[in-house]
């Protein structure tokens, strides 16, 4: 047999420091990202900041015209463009008395969404349970058994497997990798969902199944040795393996904030609704062109070898920034744009909105749409809102239409609010008002509805009144 030259032409995808800091600076809030610019700015000198209001926007001019080499560009979608004016909150008839702040804890994050998801009652149930089991690092604190036994009975039998298949259908919720039973399971479900393929993801799964005590002792040379690779393989798999969450639920932050400064602003502009980034609430970042300056591009020595790595991260960090806003932005008109008629007429006319609906609309994933709209804030006529508060489940109208949740709530407040206060109505006299306006709902519902906007039953709103 002649021996031969054979060309083998294939992709290698992995995920590069780079799109890990992007898709981090996403979820972060304004204030978290205000710290994190202040620490990235103080550690680069290439990099410098001037407060917004000297100048308008980012400069991403060093950006555009260097692209970085890496293997992988990330891509949220199709971005639209930034305005190219600053909004103005100084001359707006903002009131932070208005505020509608939904931010709380990990628990009551992964609630929303399940309320969200469409699922069968029985499933619900079950996650309801595995919801309540969960920590505040995001991991089971009782074992798949002890789940099983508390709610199978002999009414209502459950196969081990149903549990399985719910706690995986929340582990895919925002953070990504909660209900998991250890740490394995949670890099793993992380890693998922990156865009990793082939080789390259079945070795950093085998390396996270197999070898993880392996990695937190810093054995690299085991690690090669048990998998025959080399060190380069190594410190690859080990830089995406650092870029995943080992407590998930630590992303999501109970405290809030006392006074809130939107992310956006919602303005009615020649009979149109017009969404726009606060500008002021970041500083504009820019390239030090006096250090670019000293870099030589033949020069070798450690000191340029230094400038040319900051210069890298520099442009590499002004472009995830502004891919976050540009993101932001895209997702928070597409919100608005289902929403018209909440900004026109108010809670009444909020429309059923869940996270697929923008997910579908903007060609995202749903657990990108659900960190992108978490403690990210905007502001409207009717106040401030965070972003996930937009959302809410359908709920069928007698006429075979559909009607949102937080529309039913704001009409059950109407009617409380306006309800005889010797005669306070019941929970199924609501729900028979609420029928003749054309809204089938549960009595159960109703209460439901009632106590989550902390309104007391008609019996002890009777005993105030007396």
């Known amino acids: 047999m002649k021996p031969s030259l054979q060309l083998s032409i294939g992709q290698h995808l992995t995920l590069t420091p780079q799109l890990q800091q992007a898709i981090r600076l996403l979820q972060l ?6 710290q994190e ?8 000198p290439m990099l ?3 407060p ?6 980012f400069e991403t001019n060093e950006v555009k015209q260097q692209e970085s080499d890496e293997s992988y560009d990330f891509q949220w979608s199709e971005l639209y463009q930034s305005p190219n004016k600053r909004s103005s909150f100084e001359d707006s008839d903002y009131n932070f008395d208005n505020l509608h702040c939904t931010t709380t804890n990990l628990q009551d994050h992964l609630r929303w969404q399940l309320e969200l998801s469409p699922m069968s009652d029985v499933d619900r149930v079950i996650a309801t349970a595995i919801i309540d089991a969960v920590n505040n690092d995001g991991f089971l604190t009782m074992s798949l058994t002890e789940l099983h036994n508390s709610l199978t009975s002999e009414e209502h039998p459950l196969d081990l497997d149903e549990i399985e298949a719910v706690r995986h259908r929340l582990q895919l919720f925002d953070p990504v990798g909660c209900a998991s039973k250890n740490l394995a399971e949670t890099l793993l479900v992380q890693l998922e969902q990156l865009p990793l393929k082939g080789e390259y993801l079945a070795l950093t799964k085998k ?5 993880i005590e392996l990695l937190a002792q810093h054995n690299y040379k085991q690690l090669m040795k048990n998998h025959q690779i080399n060190e380069k393989t190594v410190d690859e798999v080990l830089k995406t393996i650092q870029g995943l969450n080992p407590k998930p639920g630590n992303l999501i932050h109970e405290d809030i904030t006392e006074y809130i400064i939107p992310d956006l602003t919602v303005k009615k502009v020649n009979h149109k609704w017009n969404v726009q980034l606060n500008q002021s609430v970041l500083p504009n970042l820019s390239i030090n062109n006096q250090y670019a300056s000293l870099i030589q591009r033949a020069d070798n020595s450690a000191d340029n070898q230094f400038l040319k790595n900051n210069l890298q991260e520099a442009r590499w960090f002004l472009k995830s920034i502004q891919s976050r806003q540009e993101t932001l932005l895209k997702v928070a008109k597409c919100i ?3 929403q018209q008629g909440f900004l026109e007429y108010g809670e009444e006319a909020m429309k059923p909105l869940i996270l697929n609906d923008v997910a579908s609309a903007l060609d995202m994933h749903e657990s990108t749409i659900s960190r992108v709209t978490t403690q990210k804030f905007i502001h409207t006529p009717r106040g401030v809102f965070e972003l996930k508060y937009f959302f809410s489940s359908h709920v069928n109208t007698n006429a075979g239409d559909e009607c949102s949740s937080t529309a039913i709530r704001a009409v059950i407040k109407k009617l409380i609010a306006a309800e005889n206060r010797k005669k ?6 609501i729900t028979q008002l609420l029928e003749e306006q054309g809204i089938k709902v549960a009595r159960r519902t109703v209460a439901k509805y009632r106590e989550a906007m902390g309104i007391a039953p008609s019996n002890e709103r009777k005993i ?3």
């Open 29 to 34: 809030s304004t204030f978290d990202l205000q």
């Open 37 to 44: 610019i202040q620490l990235i700015v103080e550690s680069n």
């Open 48 to 50: 410098e900041a001037t």
């Open 52 to 57: 917004s209001e000297d100048k308008e926007g």
């Open 207 to 211: 390396i996270i199944t197999e070898d």
């Open 336 to 338: 608005m744009e289902y």
């Open 424 to 429: 306070p109505l019941s929970d199924s006299k």
């Open 464 to 466: 105030i009144c007396n």
